[in-house]
């Protein structure tokens, strides 16, 4: 079961039974299809969008999502040893005959997916429910042993992904959500939220070795010390941030680092993406930001968000602050959540989080030990250099929030729900 008061619903998913597992999947699929039924009914060809890095076609999204729950499920003779499972076993053939060579990201390029004879809206949707129907019927005899449950809560938590991932794309292409989502903006930063916590620091268990689901990059729970430091309750806020862009810092690249500074050459118009001044007033107009295809007033209380960790990292510089490294972010986050472990996300006092993923100052890396997970894709690849980003966005389904997890983009991406907290140099 899922428990209605769990103040985290992300943790609670990681340790659903089989019901709870079933109406979480549920909801998922059902916000899924609102945001992908906007995307159909607002886009010009209907699921066709341009080419862009950032970017994926809204229909091979839901194929891709079809496919990934009945790859790890139906298909997989190992589905009952969880993370144990290998992931070369040879498997049952798709519902689809050709599914294997049009929805494995592993296999299928990026840039060609552009170019597959996917099938239509109406074909996808029916494939989408037969794989979830297979699914469902399994579930309903499983154990509630954390193995037998481990690809259930892996498909759930990839589903909700992906419908992250489908709103910041809606973002992009300006496709209206009002209606599909439950909030499309920040909340603003409450009073009590506004300043700052000292915290004394002291020696913490980074990472997860507790029952229930964790991604491999979790696993490997060890202690690290961590020195007393002064962070920021809450997310950078327009109001902080804008003094820097009026100050014509964009401009300078005294407070950039190198590559910072190179990205803000090829990429930043001088202003955060977005954010555009009055076209009537020019310069002396108020700040207004785009948001799903409509501008409106910038609400100076609002987390400042589509930022890159360059612009981030310039800030700090400008106001002689700096990023938390992730260990810090988890010890605050974990303090606010108090002995009971029961998180604050989003709260009017302690550590406010949940309204926009935020950059830290470390590389996403292997914690000790780390043994990949079947999914071998997720994590293993990334740990190129490659920053930490924790907490979750606004846009962010409240199933998937967990102060545990470790998001990992780019330097450099400023598409995603993303902004920053600064602490004391």
């Given at each position: 079961m899922i428990a209605a008061t769990d103040s985290n619903p992300g943790n609670a998913v990681r340790h659903a039974d089989p019901e709870g597992l079933e109406t979480a999947l549920h909801d998922a699929r059902c916000q899924l299809l609102r945001i992908h039924a906007a995307f159909a009914a607002q886009l010009p060809s209907g699921q066709a969008v341009p080419y862009a890095p950032e970017l994926n076609l809204p229909l091979w999204e839901l194929g891709h999502i079809g496919w990934f729950e009945d790859y790890w499920i139906a298909r997989n003779p190992q589905r009952l040893l969880g993370s144990a499972a290998d992931p070369a076993v040879p498997r049952a053939a798709p519902l689809r005959q050709n599914a294997d060579r049009l929805y494995d990201s592993t296999k299928v390029a990026h840039a060609s997916r552009w170019h597959l004879d996917l099938p239509d809206t109406a074909r996808t949707h029916g494939d989408l429910g037969q794989i979830?129907?297979?699914?469902?019927?399994?579930?309903?005899?499983?154990?509630?042993?954390?193995?037998?449950?481990?690809?259930?809560?892996?498909?759930?938590?990839?589903?909700?992904?992906?419908?992250d991932a489908a709103v910041y794309m809606a973002q992009h292409l300006a496709i209206d959500l009002r209606g599909a989502i439950d909030q499309i903006e920040p909340a603003p930063v409450p009073a009590a939220a506004s300043g700052e916590v000292a915290l004394a620091g002291g020696c913490f268990t980074l990472g997860s070795g507790a029952p229930g689901f964790a991604f491999d990059n979790e696993l490997g729970a060890h202690e690290v010390h961590v020195a007393p430091f002064v962070i920021d309750l809450a997310p950078m806020t327009w109001q902080r941030f804008l003094p820097f862009v009026e100050a014509g810092a964009y401009a300078d690249p005294q407070w950039w680092t190198a590559e910072g500074w190179a990205w803000q050459q090829r990429h930043s118009e001088g202003r955060p993406r977005y954010l555009y001044r009055d076209p009537v007033l020019g310069l002396d107009g108020p700040w207004q930001r785009a948001c799903f295809g409509q501008c409106s007033a910038l609400d100076p209380q609002q987390p400042a968000v589509n930022l890159s960790q360059h612009e981030a990292q310039a800030w700090c510089a400008w106001a002689g602050r700096r990023l938390p490294t992730e260990a810090e972010w988890e010890f605050a986050a974990s303090a606010a959540a108090g002995p009971s472990g029961a998180d604050r996300a989003g709260s009017d006092t302690g550590f406010d989080w949940g309204?926009?993923?935020?950059?830290?100052?470390?590389?996403?890396?292997?914690?000790?030990?780390?043994?990949?997970?079947?999914?071998?894709?997720?994590?293993?690849?990334?740990?190129?250099?490659?920053?930490?980003?924790?907490g979750a966005a606004f846009a962010t389904p409240a199933q998937f929030k967990d102060h545990r997890y470790r998001n990992f983009f780019e330097a450099g991406r400023n598409d995603i729900f993303a902004g920053f907290r600064s602490c004391a140099v």
């Open positions: 979830r129907a297979r699914t469902l019927a399994l579930l309903r005899q499983s154990s509630s042993d954390d193995d037998a449950l481990y690809f259930y809560r892996l498909v759930l938590l990839h589903e909700l992904m992906h419908i309204q926009v993923w935020e950059w830290t100052a470390s590389e996403f890396a292997p914690y000790p030990g780390f043994t990949p997970h079947p999914y071998r894709d997720y994590s293993q690849p990334w740990f190129d250099g490659r920053p930490v980003l924790r």
